[in-house]
């Protein structure tokens, strides 16, 4: 059983222009996916030819916030255009909001019932948004240690109960194993009870966010967790290179996050 493999155009490659990254990722065989795709050349990233497997789904509000949970739906219906030019078939959304940096934009370090109840309703509205238009909304987890303090219900483990809840086909996880590393650890135990219920997962490893076997995470052992579970979705690297910015360091990163899953 084989994975489709893709790679995050805005974290490899960084002395090259975005359309370039995406069309060296694309000449190697793998999808890509985007961050915020607004003010970048739609036209120009559909001529590459390139499969788009994400994009960041929303620009503004809180999913799990109830002053401004109608700021996802809103931004999310505004960028289903885009999505549906480039293809793309997950569109990714975060339990609150992150600013510059990745940094949360209101931190809060205390989830309550009401958080739980919103996030519910949210991932429903998507649900109904993302089924209208043939797109599946992927609500991904966080480590909240050291690269996005503040938020709530970012854990893997929030995150899956959550959509399990809402239990949508167009409401998955996307399934961040470096974040669930840093924050919880476990983690063939969480792609295994987490299976039918993720859309697309993401890997680099830890320390560092380099590509797998940089760190301590054992990728081959998850690789083969994985085909035992009957997974064959995309897995996608969203890992900056160990040798830096370069071609070279580029293409080594892309050869060895291959090498971890075939």
């Known amino acids: 059983m084989s994975f489709r493999l893709a790679v995050c155009a805005e974290m490899v490659y960084g002395e090259l222009p975005l359309i370039e990254r995406v069309q060296r990722i694309h000449e190697q065989g793998f999808e890509v996916e985007l961050w915020d795709t607004r003010g970048?050349?739609?036209?120009?990233?559909?001529?590459t030819g390139a499969k788009f497997s994400s994009m960041s789904g929303?620009?503004?509000?809180?999913?799990?916030d109830s002053a401004n949970s109608h700021e996802v739906l809103a931004s999310a219906e505004k960028l289903i255009p885009t999505a549906l030019e480039l293809g793309v078939e997950r569109m990714v959304v975060h339990p609150a909001e992150l600013g510059e940096g990745g940094r949360a934009v209101r931190p809060t370090y205390r989830s309550t019932g009401e958080m739980w109840?919103?996030?519910l309703r949210t991932l429903e509205k998507l649900g109904e948004l993302g089924e209208k238009h043939g797109i599946t909304f992927a609500l991904e987890n966080l480590n909240t240690i050291l690269d996005h303090p503040g938020i709530p219900l970012a854990r893997a483990k929030d995150t899956h109960a959550l959509v399990h809840a809402v239990n949508h086909p167009n409401v998955k996880m996307m399934l961040d194993l470096y974040h669930a590393q840093i924050g919880e650890g476990n983690l063939i135990?969480?792609?295994?009870?987490?299976?039918s219920e993720i859309g697309e997962i993401q890997v680099a490893d830890v320390p560092g966010r380099f590509e797998p076997g940089t760190g301590e995470i054992n990728y081959p052992a998850i690789a083969k967790a994985l085909r035992e579970a009957g997974y064959a979705g995309v897995i996608g690297m969203e890992a900056g290179a160990v040798g830096g910015h370069g071609i070279e360091a580029g293409d080594a990163a892309l050869a060895a996050f291959r090498a971890s899953f075939t």
């Open 117 to 119: 109840l919103t996030g």
């Open 189 to 195: 135990e969480a792609v295994r009870s987490a299976q």
């Open 40 to 47: 970048r050349d739609i036209q120009a990233l559909a001529a």
């Open 58 to 64: 929303y620009f503004g509000g809180s999913v799990i």
